[in-house]
Structure formats: C-alpha cells, structure tokens
C-alpha cells in the first residue's frame, strides 16, 4: 500500500475519535452550567409552610377569598414607568369600599425568596396605592390582605410587569 493513503487513513481515522470527544466534552459543559445555574439560587421556600398547610382550612374560614366577600378588585400600573401599583377595591353592586387597610407582599415568580412588602395608602375613595418596589419585568405574584367593613379577605394575583423603568 502507498505510504500517501496509508497516512490519508490514518489522519481520517483520528477525526471521528476527536468528534465523540467533543461532543462529550461539550455534554459535560452544558451538565456543568446547568447544575451551576440551579445551585446558584437559593430554594423558594415558603416559610412555615408545614403549619399553615395544617391550618389551612381555619385560615380560609378566618380570611375567605375577596370574591365570596362580593368584592372586585382591579389591579393596575400608574405613573412614570409603572412607578406605583393600584388597587381598585368596589363592591358587587360598583360601590367603592372605602376605610380599608391593605397589606400585602410581592415577589418576582423567578426570585421568590426575594419577596417585597407593599404599604398601601388610600388615594381616592376606594383606590390605594403603593410604590413599586423595582423595575424588573415578568410575572409577579402579589398576595393581600383586605381589611374592610370590619372583615378581612385575601387574594393572591399574578401580574404581568411588561417592558422597564
């Protein structure tokens, strides 16, 4: 056999080994980034979740949701760069409810343990603001608590904050 096609061969011959090799290499690479990336962030953990699980149904009779109180509320947005969210709290019949105390919490759905209390203050008869506490965009969850006609309800919502400040 001629020397010149035996080394043709043999420089073939290496180029497939050296394919599996990167491809495995590269497997490795992408294993490593994502166990680095789920490891990064801490755990969403709720906390004290196992006792208010137990608790559970004392809790819904104590603080029912807001739509068996018949109330709506409507949640949005306001000022320069969604600087501020509001609520709109009314009745069934459209009346506002007015004099209630709002308290709540919001956290983005990637960060959960990074959780943001929100201070409403009563704006107009029956809508209560508080300001925003940040600027990153994607779903939200925010969980209140309505104080009002010596009743209290809760209510969790997942808003979407589009675009940024």
């Known amino acids: 056999m001629d020397p ?7 420089k073939a011959g290496r180029k497939w080994p050296m394919i599996v ?9 992408v294993c490593f980034t994502t166990v680095f990336a789920a490891v990064s962030n801490p ?7 196992y006792q208010r699980a137990v608790d559970w149904d004392a809790a819904r009779a104590a603080s029912p949701d807001i739509s068996k109180r018949g ?19 009314t009745g069934d019949d459209e009346t506002v409810i007015d004099g ?10 990637a960060f959960a343990t990074d959780r943001r209390d929100l201070a409403f203050t009563e704006t ?20 209140l608590v309505i104080d009002a006609d010596a009743v209290s309800a809760s209510m ?6 589009i675009g940024s400040r």
Request: glycine share 8%.
């Open 4 to 10: 010149e096609v035996r080394r043709a061969q043999r």
């Open 21 to 29: 090799i990167g491809l495995l290499l590269f497997n490795v690479g």
């Open 43 to 49: 755990p969403a953990v709720e906390s004290d979740y």
């Open 71 to 89: 109330w709506n509320v409507e949640t949005s947005f306001v000022g320069p760069q969604a600087a501020r969210i509001r609520i709109a709290l």
């Open 100 to 109: 209630a105390v709002l308290r709540g919490v919001a956290f983005h759905q």
């Open 124 to 143: 107009a008869p029956g809508v209560y603001e508080s300001p925003w506490p940040t600027n990153l965009p994607g779903f939200w969850e925010v969980r």
């Open 156 to 161: 969790t919502r997942t808003i979407e904050l």
